[in-house]
């Protein structure tokens, strides 16, 4: 099984990255496992022109298609993403948007091949996990009109800084378990 675990932060080396690190880690000893970094690739934002509902594509490119490739590669997506003011970092929310061509609401539309399962972590600073749900039910969200089946979701609350990543390792440990 091939296994894609998402940054979805611009952080290479934050909290977030150490949750992708130990996911990463954990996995490789069963399954093939790819990491990658939102920042890592060049995602400009949607112009809301609409073309991709009757194309199917979009009339940007650049780095996008490089993403959903690696959507295509894997059978299970891992997206980990923080808190930035309650809510997705604004990359993966650029992403997201231009990933238009793929959602299902629309015909014709692009498609990635079906059994894909999802898995969503959320974590935030403060200690209330009404953040964290809405980030889970944002990457949920997404899936969903992607095609790929919500199998799990974690939210880490009271998490700021990557050192406070090791205090919730078992939790993060146990989470892959179910993978």
């Known amino acids: ?11 290479r080396n934050g909290a977030t990255a150490e949750i992708v690190n130990i996911i990463s880690n954990c996995l490789s000893n069963k399954y093939e496992v790819k990491a990658v970094c939102i920042d890592d690739f ?7 022109c609409r073309t991709c509902h009757s194309t199917a594509e979009c009339v940007q490119h650049d780095d996008v298609d490089v993403v959903m490739g690696q959507y295509e590669w894997a059978d299970v997506i891992i997206s980990v993403a923080p808190s930035y003011w309650a809510d997705i970092p604004g990359q993966f929310k650029a992403f997201i948007d231009r990933c238009t061509p793929w959602c299902n609401t629309h ?5 990635i091949s079906r059994g894909k399962k999802g898995y969503a972590i959320a974590l935030r600073t403060g200690p209330s996990m009404r953040e964290c ?5 944002s990457i949920e969200h ?5 095609e790929i089946e919500c199998c799990g979701r974690m939210g880490l609350c009271s998490v700021e ?7 919730r390792k ?7 378990n179910e993978i």
């Open 170 to 176: 078992s939790e993060i440990l146990e989470f892959c």
């Open 107 to 111: 015909e014709p539309h692009a498609t």
């Open 161 to 167: 800084y990557r050192e406070a990543v090791e205090e």
């Open 1 to 11: 099984m091939k296994v894609l675990v998402m940054n979805c932060s611009p952080v």
């Open 133 to 137: 749900n809405r980030i889970l039910e």
């Open 42 to 48: 060049s995602i400009g934002f949607c112009k809301g």
């Open 142 to 146: 997404f899936y969903g009109h992607l």
